[in-house]
C-alpha cells in the first residue's frame, strides 16, 4: 500500500465516502415520554447512524411530548 492510499483512510471509510451521507434526506422525529423510556429511544435515534450506512434518511428530533 503506498502513503498516499494510507493517508486516504479513515476508519473503515474513505473520506469521499463519508460525504455521501450529507445527501440524504432530513426526516422530523417526535418522541413520546421522556422518562426512562425516553432516554432509551434517544439513544437508539443517535446510534442509528452507526447501524445503517449510508443512512436513508438523517433523524432529526423535532418535539417531546
Given at each position: 500500500m503506498?502513503?498516499?492510499a494510507r493517508t486516504d483512510?479513515?476508519?473503515f471509510l474513505t473520506m469521499g465516502d463519508a460525504v455521501a451521507?450529507?445527501?440524504a434526506p432530513s426526516l422530523g422525529i417526535g418522541m413520546l415520554g421522556y422518562a426512562f423510556?425516553?432516554?432509551?429511544h434517544t439513544n437508539a435515534l443517535k446510534k442509528l447512524p452507526?447501524?445503517?450506512y449510508p443512512p436513508p434518511a438523517v433523524p432529526?428530533?423535532?418535539a417531546i411530548a
Open positions: 503506498t502513503d498516499e483512510k479513515v476508519g451521507a450529507s445527501g423510556m425516553g432516554k432509551a452507526y447501524m445503517v432529526r428530533l423535532v
